[in-house]
């Protein structure tokens, strides 16, 4: 097989075209999986078949990958037995009662702040965010798309630039052995140079001081079983509870998580294992939370064993599709789709275009293959060189992939975060990617003009 090949950019436009038509991320992330498999093996169906089993089964047998799983299910279980305690209600009229939140400005500002202040992991920041937020949403007639927004667009954007978490620690790794005289200083300088992040950061910020939402995201409406009625009112055997049921495991999962952190990185957040520290700290949630319900006689042990199974229950479909999109992220890599695209730098570019170029090739990788990890570890190798060989500032290059494969991810249908945004708002899949597309192309289009105007100024 010839990777050079532009049919290897085939899977994954299949697998997009498939989500938007089908409104399916199972059936888009399947087909992208057996076509990648099947074109691999020179289009022999059996070989294709039994290589696309063996991708999700290296999934499933990766043990960072099964802790993903286990804190997806029992998140669902944490979110049910919230709402069922009644501590979802207690929270909301614990803000309303404080005048923390009273209108829908406060309310969009409230997730907008935790997405912003939580950024040692993505996924903590999104679940926490959207578990506090999806029904004061409702109650001020917000719709949930304007949530998975919120969420997506603070949790990586963030993570990306405050960089004292797993993502500083990968990218970090990736420039060690290139001879740079401070690889930290590097890290540290992408902060100003990338410029999507803090675009689309500003802009979360402007919807939630404006309250004003444009293009698809307008017509999309709030939950119409709480937007004009007193919150979980149309909804059955919710207990009337305690704020601390929503409060304390959250507190406890943003604690233990941070402490786990630094136990894993022997001192060092940024080193630590953010899979293994968010379940053990989901487990620890849970479980508190079960202790305090039976001591407080609000469920019996049959009844916390029924909400928690139906509440993973509700979940499994969403892992389903986090499974199906890493073992597609995995048969894209072993295709080649991400040395075929990073192949297009091959070519002599003026190099004030070298940034522009790396962040749109960053950006078409990322939403093509749904990772900014892998687009990292394929275009920080071709950017340090170039920066080498043109003089520009290592710390430039290297953040317009940053900021590419944050933009590509984010807004890629087959992105895990992209799944979880809509999963941790409550929204529809497809509804959240069409609604935050075009914010994210505007902030695009503004941070590629940046890299012009600042690859102008550092040539000059």
């Known amino acids: 097989m010839v990777l050079e090949n532009s049919f290897t950019l085939l899977p994954p436009l299949v697998a997009i075209v498939v989500a938007v038509w089908r409104r399916n991320a199972i059936l888009a992330l399947t087909v992208g999986v057996m076509l990648t498999w099947w074109m691999n093996a020179d289009l022999d169906v059996v070989i294709g078949a039994t290589d696309s089993v063996n991708g999700i089964a290296t999934v499933l047998s990766g043990e960072g990958n099964r802790r993903i799983i286990i804190f997806s299910l029992l998140i669902g279980s944490l979110l049910v037995l919230m709402n069922k305690s009644g501590g979802v209600n207690a929270f909301i009229g614990q803000l309303a009662s404080r005048n923390l939140v009273t209108n829908a400005r406060q309310a969009s500002l409230l997730p907008s702040f935790i997405g912003t202040t939580i950024f040692t992991d993505t996924n903590l920041s999104m679940f926490t965010a959207g578990i506090a937020s999806q029904s004061l949403f409702d109650k001020y007639g917000l719709s949930r798309a304007r949530l998975a927004f919120i969420l997506d667009s603070t949790c990586s954007p963030i993570s990306i630039l405050l960089l004292v978490n797993g993502w500083g620690a990968y990218v970090l790794g990736l420039l060690d052995g290139y001879q740079l005289n401070d690889t930290v200083g590097v890290l540290i300088d992408t902060v100003f140079y990338n410029f999507y992040p803090i675009i689309i950061l500003i802009m979360v910020y402007y919807t939630a001081f404006s309250t004003k939402v444009y293009g698809p995201m307008r017509h999309s409406v709030a939950n119409k079983s709480t937007a004009d009625a007193p919150v979980n009112s149309g ?103 991400g040395t075929y695209v990073s192949q297009a730098l091959s070519q002599d570019f003026p190099l004030v275009l070298i940034a522009p170029i790396l962040f749109l090739i960053a950006g078409i990788m990322a939403f093509a293959t749904g990772t900014s990890w892998g687009t990292f570890a394929v275009l920080i190798p071709i950017a340090l060189p170039l920066a080498a060989a043109s003089g520009l500032p290592p710390a430039f290059l290297v953040a317009a992939v940053l900021g590419g494969g944050i933009f590509g991810d984010h807004s890629s249908p087959i992105s895990d975060s992209t799944i979880i945004a809509s999963l941790a708002s409550g929204c529809d899949h497809i509804e959240h990617v069409k609604t935050q597309l075009p914010y994210n192309l505007v902030a695009a289009s503004m941070a590629l003009i940046c890299y012009l105007l600042s690859g102008y100024v550092l040539l000059n």
């Open 235 to 337: 909804q059955e055997n919710v207990t009337q509870g305690k704020a601390r049921y929503l409060i304390a495991p959250m507190i406890l999962i943003c604690a233990m998580t941070i402490g786990l952190l630094a136990y894993s990185g022997d001192g060092d957040i940024r080193r630590g294992s953010g899979s293994w520290s968010v379940m053990w700290s989901v487990i620890a949630a849970w479980s508190l939370l079960c202790v305090v319900l039976i001591k407080d006689k609000v469920f019996n042990l049959s009844q916390l064993a029924t909400h928690s199974f139906n509440g993973a229950k509700q979940l499994f479909p969403v892992v389903i599709i986090l499974v199906l999109s890493f073992a597609f992220g995995d048969a894209v890599k072993a295709y080649g789709t």
